[in-house]
């Protein structure tokens, strides 16, 4: 039996739907499309390694962009084309977005880990706290030190250094940056020898 005829009535059947939603673009006629684009896109994102959930999630991102967007298809026998366009952009913007995350560290646990793993009284992760931002230069250690030992909210300490919040949100950002591989290494060792 040939492959032949049945890939043509898919596409025949796919231009149909297309067609009708590109003329009356409406929930029923877009439902159409979701239902026979998405296990395409789904194989596309997992096809590009994507994890199932993940390949889900990107689908469903680019049928809402179709939904939105149709109007702009100016020659309806491009549209399977548009899509998938649609799809690899969606695709690199996931990695890029992967790209540009920076792993920090979330001060409020490495203290206790600390304490626990070292057998020392509690009053020490303060004064650890203190030699972990010897690393850090001088406006992130006062950032630091006004935010986590003082524990002042961002816009008490912005005001206070007449700076903006958004500068103050940095500063803790880029110094949680630079901890986070000394501490992490360091909870490491801190679980091993538990």
């Known amino acids: 039996m040939s492959t032949g ?9 796919e231009e149909a739907i297309t067609n009708r939603f590109l003329e009356t673009p409406n929930e029923e006629s877009f ?10 896109l789904v194989a596309f994102f997992r096809a590009r390694g994507c994890e199932v959930s993940l390949a889900e999630d990107l689908s469903q991102e680019v049928m809402l962009i179709v939904y939105r967007k149709a109007t702009q ?9 548009w899509l998938f366009k649609i ?3 969606a695709l690199c913007q996931h990695y890029g977005k992967q ?5 920090t560290v979330d001060l409020a646990y490495v203290a206790e880990h600390l304490v626990a793993a070292g057998q020392k009284p509690p009053g020490t992760p303060a004064s650890e706290f203190l030699h972990w931002i010897t690393f850090l230069d001088s406006r992130e250690r006062e950032v630091m030190t ?3 030992i003082e524990e002042w909210e961002y816009h ?9 919040i958004g500068t103050v949100q940095w500063r803790v950002f880029n110094a949680k940056k630079k901890l986070a591989p000394y501490l992490t290494a360091r909870q490491g060792r801190t679980r091993e020898a538990a």
């Not at 005829?5 to 059947?13: D, G």
């Not at 298809?73 to 084309?81: C, E, G, I, N, T």
């Not at 008490?156 to 903006?164: D, F, K, N, S, T």
């Open 99 to 103: 790209t540009r995350e920076v792993k």
């Open 156 to 164: 008490e300490i912005a005001a206070a250094q007449a700076i903006p």
């Open 146 to 148: 006004l935010r986590f």
């Open 87 to 89: 799809a690899r952009n």
């Open 5 to 13: 005829p049945i890939a043509n009535e898919r596409l025949l059947h």
């Open 73 to 81: 298809v100016r020659d309806r026998a491009l549209f399977r084309a």
């Open 31 to 40: 439902a159409d499309v979701f239902n026979v684009f998405t296990p395409q």
